[in-house]
């Protein structure tokens, strides 16, 4: 039986097909990564993959039994998502690929639904003893405060707002900003937590790595760092419903007081993953072990500290 695996919208997450590749033949040397994309012939990672399909986009009405004839047509037997638009469709898709022996590595529904809206994400946080920024009354507020989007990403319509002056009408009348509490990154630290969750929903590892410097919202130079984040995360997040796999956190965290502020939770590969993966935090290894050759997996903490990532921009010549 082949044992291969498909990573959707692959785009440019370059590091995360090879990382599969190079992962997946120590235990299946005949096994192939290949990927989706919306325009293959454009996609960075299409072409360092063992095959990159073209698709619609995920709205499309055709896209569930396109990606399904895709997996059964080359031996899929893992799906991997990578962006946030496809994740609750994939949820939905889980039981149906399921019983054609393909594992759609996504949260079930309910979380993923938590983490799309950053209001329920709050409500998420605090529920589990994470502080999250104060909410502000932005017919009364408090300057400096900040504003997003409840459903954003990629750093997008995101607001530092100084003075009365800042605060606009187009500010105040968009329906989806949420006003807070502005957090001092000059106080304050930033990080994404890398987090793995097996198939019980226990987390098995978890990499904080701080954010240093960061380039159209994603992490562009970064350092692990075993902190305070994670023994309060093994605390606090040991067990979540519905979550499986890899999913990303991003906190601000004082280095003095150790006090942690949650911000967002992404349930997916985050595109800072591969300095997780680098360290020793291979979570491609332990989704293959858990869903192909079902492994338990224990909890372990054994990556590397303080190892730091300096991205720079690369080519593939076609």
Known sequence: MAHNILITSAGKRVAL???????????????????????????????????????????????????????????????????????????????VFLRKGIHVI??????????????????FFSAHGIRVPRE???????????????????????????????????????????FMEYIDKDVYKEYTVDMYYGRDSLVKCIVPRERIAIREGEINKGRTN?????????????????????????VFFHPEHEEIIGIEINPRFGG???????????YPELLIREYFLEDHIDYFDNWQDGMLMLRFDDAIYV
Request: aromatic share 10%; with cysteine; hydrophobic share 35%.
């Open 272 to 282: 800072g993953y591969p300095l997780s993966y680098m360290c020793g935090a291979n």
């Open 17 to 95: 097909v090879r990382y599969f590749k190079e992962t997946l033949i120590r235990f299946f040397p005949d096994g192939k990564v290949f990927a989706t994309d919306m325009n293959p012939r454009m996609a960075p990672a299409g072409y360092v993959s063992d095959g990159c399909f073209k698709v619609p986009r995920v709205t499309d009405a055709n896209y569930p039994t396109l990606l399904l004839k895709i997996c059964e047509e080359n031996g899929i037997r893992m799906v991997i998502a990578t962006i946030d638009t496809e994740l609750i469709l994939l949820a939905e898709l889980k039981e």
């Open 226 to 250: 075993k902190n305070a984040i994670l023994s309060s995360f093994k605390e606090h997040l040991e067990y979540i419903k519905g979550c499986v796999g890899c999913i990303c956190i991003q």
């Open 136 to 178: 502000i009354d932005k017919n009364h507020p408090k300057f400096p405060m900040f504003a997003k989007p409840y459903d954003g990403s990629l750093s997008v319509n995101l607001h530092y707002i100084k003075s009365e002056q800042e605060l606009t009408p187009e500010l105040v009348n968009d329906p989806k900003l949420l």
């Open 106 to 123: 996504v949260s079930d529904k309910s979380f993923i639904t938590i983490c799309r809206d950053k209001r329920n994400t709050g409500a």
